[in-house]
């Protein structure tokens, strides 16, 4: 799968939307976006995926870039409880090429303060 | 109901000894994984079946054995246990061998003294 780079850590006011950028410049046409994110010794949870289009769903949006080299995801009133390390992933189409391997990067540890 | 079971939670154990971790998923997925994460929290893929087939080996020990007994089902022995084996062991799952979300069990905890 393809590389991604994330910065290592931000943080972000209680309330706030929390912005989290992801560089996939090599990811291919037929490779999705993931976002999981894991809070403190728990397994790692997944948030939202996409391809081209932004998404949305309960948790966060999605943002992808025309060139689909870098992607956001956007939480849109950050809480407490969204202090976790945030993984941006690439995986290929369901049935169709790419790696068998879902690769993990350092992630982005977000810390929400009040 | 949870979705990805792991067994157990916690496991403290000897240098040298053999000792097992479950994993279980209610899903329907045909694709299980395990992971590793270190103290640095680096989460390294180790192995993954499909189908109770191995299609990923990621350079890890011959003392890690993975055995798949059905689609359900990816079971983690370690052999002669060494302190570097202590981290999180993470099962998941998902749908396909290529994509798809995945879906992580709460983690083992495995220190070896």
């Known amino acids: 799968d393809a590389k991604t780079t994330q910065p290592t850590s931000m943080d972000c006011a209680e309330g706030r939307a929390a912005n989290l950028p992801c560089n996939h410049s090599?990811?291919?046409?037929?490779?999705?976006v993931y976002w999981y994110r894991q809070i403190h010794s728990q397994g790692p949870q997944y948030i939202i995926h996409?391809?081209?289009n932004n998404e949305t769903n309960e948790m966060a949006s999605l943002i992808i870039t025309e060139d689909r080299k870098s992607s956001t995801l956007i939480l849109p009133h950050a809480t407490l409880r969204d202090t976790a390390v945030y993984y941006c992933?690439?995986?290929?189409?369901?049935?169709?090429?790419?790696?068998?391997?879902?690769?993990f990067g350092r992630g982005t540890s977000l810390i929400v303060h009040p | 109901d949870t979705a990805v079971s792991q067994t157990p939670k916690y496991l403290v154990t000897q240098m040298g000894n053999d000792k097992s971790i479950k994993c279980e998923q209610n899903?329907?997925?045909?694709?299980m994984y395990w992971y590793k994460q270190d103290s640095k929290k680096f989460l390294k893929i180790m192995f993954s079946?499909?189908?109770?087939?191995?299609?990923i080996n990621e350079t890890v020990p011959n003392r890690f054995s993975p055995k798949s007994p059905d689609k359900a089902h990816l079971n983690l022995h370690i052999n002669s246990l060494e302190l570097g084996d202590s981290a999180v062991y993470f099962c998941?799952?998902?749908?396909?061998?290529?994509?798809?979300?995945?879906?992580f069990g709460e983690g083992s905890r495995l220190t070896v003294l």
């Open positions: 090599t990811i291919s046409g037929n490779e999705y």
């Open positions: 079946y499909n189908n109770k087939e191995l299609i």
């Open positions: 992933i690439v995986r290929a189409a369901l049935l169709s090429g790419g790696s068998y391997i879902p690769t």
């Open positions: 899903l329907g997925h045909d694709t």
């Open positions: 998941a799952s998902s749908q396909y061998p290529r994509g798809g979300e995945l879906f």
């Open positions: 996409g391809l081209k």
